[in-house]
DNA sequence: TTGCTGACCGACG
DNA sequence: CCGTCGGCCAGCA
């Protein structure tokens, strides 16, 4: 298949499709998987653009480094980052993810 | 075309 | 402990 020819920005659309239901992701996993780890803002500029895209982006599965969520204000300024999450059982907590080192599925892991 | 911004991360003082 | 700065790449005015 030569889907290599898919930009960062691609990629990230790309690995946050893959990315399992019931499981969470960092920005800088992300970067670090598509062989940039200093580029995790662009994975997080990449969600924003997101909307640009035909396909569902889960967005609300990949959260920083933290388990914060941190990009809760983009899915319309409520807590249904926090919802989405909650619905596909990840307990949601003051903005933060519990249990996240569990929960937490690495790309260059699992990939 | 140039410059700024952005849902991050890690290092430094 | 906490605040600040640099770096990474792509989109947009």
Redesign the pocket.
């Known amino acids: 298949m030569n889907a290599e020819k898919a930009?960062?920005?691609d990629k990230v659309y790309e690995v946050a499709r893959l990315i399992p239901q019931g499981r969470v992701t960092?920005?800088?996993a992300i970067a670090e998987y598509l062989g940039?780890k200093?580029?995790?803002?662009?994975v997080?500029?990449a969600?924003?653009?997101?909307h640009?895209r035909n396909d569902f982006i889960p967005?609300h599965r990949?959260v920083?480094?933290?388990g914060m969520l941190?990009?809760k204000h983009?899915?319309g300024g409520s807590n249904m980052m926090a919802e989405l999450l909650a619905s596909e059982g990840i307990e949601v907590y003051n903005d933060h993810i519990l249990d996240f080192d569990k929960l937490f599925w690495d790309p260059n892991k699992e990939l």
Request: no cysteine; glycine share 14%.
């Open positions: 930009s960062f920005f960092s920005y800088g940039s200093g580029s995790a803002r662009m997080g500029w969600m924003n653009n997101s640009s967005a990949v920083n480094r933290n941190t990009g983009h899915f």
